[in-house]
């Protein structure tokens, strides 16, 4: 079974950056899908950011677009999200993801991380 491990959460100031990771073990990944979700106090797990291990290409949802970076070592098997001009509307627990479906929504995910709060201030 794949494992994910997210790290990276914490406070920040609204405007400001904060990086999160995502570890993959268990098995190396060879291609498929992997993606960040996030999901706030009482809000439906909301799609962030996906990228595609083998050729690097992305896909951002729409609050993440023009903000956000998704990105991948595949040397370390870990998956980053790089995020910008931070809003305190994108306070919540962030999850790591994994999944060849992963892109039809939460139900198409295979492995969930545990995921990591990020809560930013106004």
């Known amino acids: 079974q794949v494992q994910l491990v997210e790290s990276g959460g914490g406070l920040a100031q609204a405007g400001g950056s904060l990086a999160l990771s995502c570890l993959a073990s268990?098995?190396?990944?060879?291609?498929?899908?992997m993606g960040w979700f996030r999901q706030a106090p009482g809000k439906e797990r909301e799609f962030v950011a996906a990228i595609n291990w083998s050729t690097g290409g992305t896909l951002y949802g729409v609050s993440a677009k023009g903000r956000f970076t998704i990105s991948r070592d595949n040397a370390k098997n870990t998956m980053y999200l790089q995020m910008s001009s931070l809003k305190p509307e994108d306070t919540a627990v962030y999850y790591c993801a994994a999944g060849a479906r992963l892109l039809q929504g939460v139900n198409g995910v295979g492995y969930w991380g545990k995921g990591t709060l990020v809560t930013v201030s106004s």
């Open positions: 268990g098995r190396t990944f060879t291609g498929g899908l």
